[in-house]
């Protein structure tokens, strides 16, 4: 079992920037590849970015490349969310996410067997 605690979340300005963490606990940290998901008010969770195990892989969706970027402190078992030039349009809950495996998997909500409570962020235009 993993468990993971998010927290960074908040209300920020259009263009603003949030850093984003989530600590796990339960397992060895390098043994999870590690992901945030987020989800808006009626729609679906979706993909952000993923990482491995050992942090040498990384992988983002498409709307998010060059302003978000996840990295992880694996001695710290924690994994962060850098995100940039914040829109309105990425206000959602921030989820936290653990494969079971070091290696990333596909980059959906099932590939992911651990989950996090989420955290809120907010941005104004």
């Known amino acids: 079992q993993v468990q993971l605690v998010e927290s960074g979340g908040g209300l920020v300005q259009a263009g603003g920037s949030l850093r984003l963490s989530c600590i796990a606990s339960?397992?060895?940290?390098?043994?999870?590849?590690m992901g945030w998901f987020r989800q808006a008010p009626g729609k679906e969770r979706e993909f952000v970015a993923g990482?491995?195990?050992?942090?040498?892989?990384?992988y983002y969706a498409d709307s998010v490349k060059g302003r978000f970027t996840i990295s992880r402190d694996n001695a710290q078992n924690t994994v962060y969310l850098q995100m940039n030039s914040l829109k309105p349009e990425n206000t959602a809950v921030y989820y936290c996410?653990?494969?079971?495996?070091?290696?990333?998997?596909?980059?959906?909500?099932?590939?992911?067997?651990?989950w996090g409570q989420g955290t809120q962020v907010t941005v104004s235009s």
């Open positions: 990482t491995s195990g050992s942090g040498g892989t990384t």
């Open positions: 996410a653990a494969s079971s495996t070091p290696y990333m998997p596909a980059p959906v909500v099932a590939g992911y067997a651990y």
């Open positions: 339960g397992r060895t940290f390098s043994s999870n590849a």
